[in-house]
Structure formats: C-alpha cells, structure tokens
C-alpha cells in the first residue's frame, strides 16, 4: 500500500486491530473494515446525516506476497465511473532486506491527512474551499507500480503511474529521532494525456512529534496547475493531546490560498479553525464532535458557513 510508509494512526485508529481471519484456520485470508456515521449542519436552515464511508477489506499474507482488497460502499464513496466500488486492490512482494514492491490499485504517499476516517483526528479536511466532502490539495488513489525501502531511520518509495503518460511520486520520511516523524513527498503528473486531465505538480512537508500525550504537527503543501486549474497553497499546524486513555481534543488552524492558473490573482484565501473532542467507547466503537469557522480574507468574497459535526465509527 503506498501509504504504508507515511501512515500516522490516531487514537480512533483501531482499524484492523481486530481484523477476522476467514476460511480455513491458517489460511492467512483476514476481512476487516468499519462503518462511519456523520451528522453535519453547515447550511443555515439545512442539516445532514450522511453514511460517510463504509468499507470491507480483505487481506491475504503468506510468506513474502501479500495482498489486499478494499471495497467502499454508500456516502460519499459512490461507484466510480465504471460502476465500481473497489477503491483498493493490490499484491505486495516483500524482498526481507527492507526492499518491497508493490502494484494495483492503492493509496497514494501524499499529505499529513489520512484518505479514511480511522486515520483521522477530525471530521473535516484542513484544505477543504469550506465544502467538507472534497479536499483541494491531496490525490487518493491511482493504478501503478511503488517500490519502496526502509530502515529504523529513514524509509523511501518511488511510485509510477501504469496509465499512460500519468506521473510518478517521490516519497521520502526520516525517523532516526524518538517521537519524530518528518516527511516530503513530491508528485509530479505535468506529461498527463487525454480527456478530463490536468496536468499538475503537487508537493508536501510534514513533521510530528510526540511529547508524552501531545502529538504536535505542521504541514505546508502545494499544488502548481500546468494548464487551466487553479495553484493551491495549504499549511496547517495541529495539536492533539490524550485527556485519559479514551478521551482527546484536537485544536487545527489551516490556511489554504487559491489563485488563477497563469495569474497571481488570489482567488480565495480561507483561514480555518477547527476544536475537535473524541471519545473511544470501546476498541471498536469511537466517536468524536466537531467545530469549524472559515473565513475568506479576499475582499468580496463571502465567508463558508461554520461546520458542527457528530462522528460515530464502528470498526470490525
């Protein structure tokens, strides 16, 4: 999985901790997944309870192969064009050495922010234009090739695109320090071909750290438009601090900043807060509530409506 060097699992990460093994005993096929539950009130008058995501996966290890599955059905994760709901599908060759090779259909390296809620310490994205159900800067999935290594200090995975002509990505992640986590992660789809493509260059940096139970992290990421989509700049600054071993708050400001392709005309420029308490009920059942205020400094321009959101995640 692309991801599997830059994941950073949060207190409502109990996604696979509990995953089923299937079929015969020893047979090394495991189902997991989760439900996600959402109530959001942003429109004035207007209230929503969406399916936000639920997703099975099925995994299979033995020896040096394993592979994965993922399925996403209902909310926001729609079939996509081909009337598919496979989100992930992909055989991973593990070489012993710290070499592994991996291709299908899987995450990509880029962001701080995780593609599934389980990785999430928040409901919202931080780089959302005030419209929680899409983010601006990050890719999520894509068919190609990563080959990836790893020590206890660093890690590095380069990934190529199987579609014609796409792009490929650069990640890189160092780890040599106790509670430290920095990483940069470059993409680059600038030769893309066919209908319904821009081409774009997009790049991260992130860095966390732990301090007993604080977890501290900044971002800045960018996404340079090559033809006529609007450049994207983005950083946000996070902290979430574990009350009592079920309970934490997650306090996020983000900026993210949108200009014409070919102009320095600042479209948008959105300053987000976010409050965030989360509870874990139990080691599958976690829930959390959300805050957010926007504010758009581009004169004219009409500031999103404030986001509330309830979050229930049932794991299995």
């Given at each position: 999985?692309?991801?599997?060097?830059?994941?950073?699992?949060?207190?409502?990460?109990?996604?696979?901790?509990?995953?089923?093994?299937?079929?015969?005993?020893?047979?090394?096929?495991?189902?997991?997944?989760?439900?996600?539950?959402?109530?959001?009130?942003?429109?004035?008058?207007?209230?929503?309870?969406?399916?936000?995501q639920?997703?099975?996966?099925?995994?299979?290890?033995?020896g040096?192969?394993?592979?994965?599955?993922?399925?996403?059905?209902g909310?926001?994760?729609?079939?996509?064009?081909?009337?598919s709901?496979?989100?992930?599908?992909?055989?991973?060759?593990?070489?012993?050495?710290?070499?592994?090779?991996?291709?299908?259909?899987?995450?990509?390296?880029?962001?701080?922010?995780?593609?599934?809620?389980?990785?999430?310490?928040?409901?919202?994205?931080?780089?959302?234009?005030?419209?929680?159900?899409?983010?601006?800067?990050?890719?999520?999935?894509?068919v190609?090739?990563?080959?990836?290594?790893?020590?206890?200090?660093?890690?590095?995975?380069?990934?190529?695109?199987?579609?014609?002509?796409?792009?490929?990505?650069?990640?890189?992640?160092?780890?040599?320090?106790?509670?430290?986590?920095?990483?940069?992660i470059?993409?680059?789809?600038?030769?893309?071909?066919?209908?319904?493509?821009?081409?774009?260059?997009?790049?991260?940096?992130?860095?966390?750290?732990?301090?007993?139970?604080?977890l501290?992290?900044?971002?800045?990421?960018?996404?340079?438009?090559?033809?006529?989509?609007?450049?994207?700049?983005?950083?946000?600054?996070?902290?979430?601090?574990?009350?009592?071993?079920?309970?934490?708050?997650?306090?996020?400001?983000?900026?993210?900043?949108?200009?014409?392709?070919?102009?320095?005309?600042?479209?948008?420029?959105?300053?987000?807060?976010?409050?965030?308490?989360?509870?874990?009920?139990?080691?599958?059942?976690?829930?959390?509530?959300?805050?957010?205020?926007?504010?758009?400094?581009?004169?004219?321009?009409?500031?999103?409506?404030?986001?509330?959101?309830?979050?229930?995640?049932?794991?299995?």
């Open positions: 999985m692309k991801n599997k060097l830059l994941t950073l699992a949060s207190m409502l990460a109990v996604f696979n901790a509990n995953a089923m093994e299937i079929g015969p005993s020893g047979s090394g096929v495991e189902m997991s997944g989760f439900i996600d539950l959402a109530f959001t009130d942003q429109d004035v008058g207007t209230q929503e309870t969406v399916v936000g639920v997703e099975v996966n099925f995994d299979y290890s033995t040096p192969v394993s592979a994965s599955v993922g399925l996403d059905f909310g926001n994760n729609a079939p996509d064009t081909e009337g709901n496979l989100e992930q599908a992909y055989i991973t060759y593990d070489f012993g050495n710290g070499f592994s090779v991996t291709a299908g259909k899987m995450l990509t390296y880029m962001g701080f922010e995780a593609y599934d809620p389980t990785n999430m310490y928040q409901y919202s994205y931080a780089y959302d234009s005030g419209n929680t159900a899409t983010q601006a800067i990050y890719d999520a999935y894509d190609g090739v990563s080959v990836d290594y790893g020590t206890d200090d660093y890690s590095i995975g380069v990934w190529t695109s199987a579609e014609n002509s796409a792009g490929y990505e650069l990640a890189l992640a160092y780890t040599g320090i106790e509670n430290l986590t920095v990483k940069a470059w993409s680059d789809f600038s030769d893309q071909i066919g209908p319904g493509f821009n081409c774009y260059e997009k790049s991260t940096f992130w860095a966390s750290y732990e301090l007993g139970k604080l501290l992290a900044v971002e800045v990421a960018e996404k340079d438009s090559l033809e006529v989509d609007n450049d994207v700049e983005g950083m946000l600054i996070m902290a979430n601090y574990a009350l009592t071993d079920s309970a934490a708050l997650t306090l996020r400001y983000s900026v993210e900043e949108q200009s014409a392709f070919g102009t320095d005309a600042l479209l948008f420029d959105y300053n987000k807060f976010t409050i965030s308490p989360s509870y874990v009920f139990t080691d599958n059942f976690s829930g959390l509530i959300e805050y957010s205020t926007y504010k758009d400094d581009v004169v004219g321009n009409t500031d999103p409506e404030d986001l509330i959101a309830a979050e229930l995640i049932y794991t299995f």
